[in-house]
């Protein structure tokens, strides 16, 4: 018997800290992350003997780095998401370079924006999964917050009660990350509908597991096809509505306002847009507080950095000229983090902006975007507030269906299931 037979006749047994079921469904274990690779000794093989790679070989290395790349955990070792590590190394590397020289820090703060725009723009277009911008977005909170402790403080021009409140807004802000990943409302399958239900151990792979907390997936198989026909003339009305809101790819009639993600792979009522998770009904207020507790924790951070290495300019005045601020490394960093921070604040300031008007005019970021495509919407105060004329009741009525949106009945449901 082989040693990777044995391994499969012992998957039944409970997994160690240190073990896991690798991609191609062996059980292996952290220590041997360096062996059996053969990809990986292909592809140095043939890069030294200066022979083309083969159609794939380059994605098959980094999929087993990715698979093996783990952290030991009590039900099994983890896999670690290899998007999650570059802000962890990079962030450091570039803020700790551009506090050298001014002139270094216009280059490196200029340069990390145009970079995480065009990761953006790179990772949508093609509808991939990616936690990078979770992870710089939680990194750059803790690590700013970290050099407050270690660099600010010490300084003594911090008293107990502004080190309290920067806490409690950290807190806050992380606390409302927590509950806006929690769900975003997803589309259930109307119960006369359901056939049959297939339950999964593993979540497939154009699902995204975040989704699923670990759970176990569950697919619905439904009672037909495709959309329902008509009986007689009066259904064609209905019917036309049904096929417009009807989902090729989860198989399910969208109530109104729903959609598609397609980073996600599943249906989410009052779909908005997908930032660092999807946002939609279940969790779209506690997303909105998430931005206005970190914009007030960081607005008042910055205030209390910039007074502590620059005491005698004005607030508004030391972020733009601070003489001498670069004759002490530490002065330096923390007035380069100081910019790093503002330029995080503006854009997630715009983003706040943006939502609070869609909020006024009861529209979502996904219904304005299709009113322009299909020049159905009207555009106001310079193209920031796209009007469709739909769902919108009054200023005040919109707020109160917004702030009032049920989201009992959705984290009472299981999770997300795929209907086919």
């Given at each position: ?25 062996g059980r292996s274990h952290m220590a041997a ?124 021009d911090v008293n107990h009660l502004q080190l ?203 219904e304005a975007r299709l009113a322009l495509r ?47």
């Amino acid at each position: 018997m082989t040693k990777r037979s044995r391994r499969r006749l012992d998957q039944d047994d409970p997994l160690c800290c240190c073990e896991y079921i690798d991609r191609h469904g062996g059980r292996s274990h952290m220590a041997a992350c360096c062996c059996d690779c053969e990809d990986l000794d292909e592809a140095c093989d043939r890069w030294m003997k200066k022979e083309s790679q083969n159609p794939g070989s380059l994605s098959r290395v980094v999929a087993t780095i990715s698979d093996r790349l783990r952290v030991p955990w009590i039900s099994g070792a983890q896999q670690v998401d290899l998007s999650l590590i570059p802000p962890l190394i990079l962030l450091p590397v570039f803020l700790h370079i551009a506090a050298l020289h001014y002139l270094l820090g216009i280059v490196v703060l200029t340069a990390i924006p145009i970079m995480v725009i065009w990761y953006y723009y790179f990772t949508h277009r093609k509808k991939g999964r990616t936690l990078f911008f979770l992870s710089l977005a939680l990194f750059s909170l803790f690590y700013m917050f970290y050099l407050f402790i270690t660099e600010v403080v010490p300084h003594g021009d911090v008293n107990h009660l502004q080190l309290c409140a920067v806490t409690a807004g950290v807190a806050l802000t992380v606390i409302s990350l927590i509950i806006t990943k929690r769900g975003p409302g997803y589309v259930r399958p109307c119960p006369s509908d359901t056939h049959s239900t297939v339950t999964y151990h593993k979540p497939p792979p154009d699902v995204d597991a975040a989704y699923l907390n670990g759970e176990q997936h569950q697919v619905v198989i439904t009672n037909h096809a495709g959309h329902p026909e008509p009986t007689d003339e009066s259904g064609t009305a209905q019917e036309s509505v049904q096929r417009r809101n009807w989902c090729t790819v989860c198989k399910v009639v969208r109530p109104p306002r729903a959609g598609h993600c397609r980073i996600c792979g599943v249906c989410i009522l009052r779909l908005d847009h997908h930032c660092v998770c999807c946002v939609g009904q279940a969790n779209h207020p506690s997303f909105l507080l998430m931005l206005v507790f970190f914009l007030l924790t960081s607005l008042y951070g910055i205030s209390l950095v910039l007074r502590s290495v620059c005491p005698h300019q004005s607030v508004m005045t030391a972020l733009l000229y601070c003489p001498d601020v670069y004759k002490q490394y530490s002065s330096a960093l923390c007035f380069t983090c100081a910019w790093y921070s503002s330029i995080v604040t503006g854009g997630l300031l715009h983003l706040l902006i943006l939502q609070l008007i869609n909020v006024s005019f009861n529209v979502t970021e996904r219904e304005a975007r299709l009113a322009l495509r299909e020049k159905t919407g009207r555009r106001h105060l310079w193209g920031l507030v796209v009007d469709t004329g739909i769902y919108s009741r009054g200023f005040c009525s919109n707020w109160t269906e917004f702030l009032t949106m049920s989201t009992a009945s959705e984290l009472s449901n299981p999770k997300p299931s795929d209907l086919v």
